[in-house]
Nanobody, 127 residues
């Protein structure tokens, strides 16, 4: 069993930056493709970014391209999402997800039903 624990959310002004962390706890936590999705009440879940289990290749949703960067620290079983140039429309609950046996692009296509899912961390972008 793998548990995903997100942190790093908060309130930031437009144009600011945040770094989210997702720590994977469990016996095989390092061997998963991991990603971030975000949820706004009343709207569909949106894929943000993912990083592959085999080669650390990455894939980004349209809203994240050029502004967000996903990375992994294998020694800490932790995935990070560096978010720059934040906009009010980035306000959401950001969830970490993990899935084995797929790459980052495939994770982006799934849009749900992931093997493991975190509780989420709130990101609010407001002046």
């Amino acid at each position: 069993q793998v548990r995903l624990m997100e942190s790093g959310g908060g309130l930031v002004q437009p144009g600011g930056s945040l770094r989210l962390s997702c720590a994977a706890v469990g016996p095989t936590a390092s061997i998963y493709t991991m990603g971030w999705l975000r949820q706004v009440p009343g709207k569909e879940q949106e894929f943000v970014a993912a990083i592959s289990e085999t080669d650390d290749s990455t894939y980004y949703g349209n809203s994240a391209k050029g502004r967000f960067t996903i990375s992994r620290d294998v020694s800490r079983n932790t995935v990070y999402l560096q978010m720059n140039s934040l906009k009010p429309e980035d306000t959401a609950v950001y969830h970490c997800a993990a899935e084995k046996g797929i790459d980052a692009t495939a994770m982006g296509a799934l849009l749900g039903g992931y093997e493991y899912w975190g509780q989420g961390t709130q990101v609010t972008v407001s002046s």
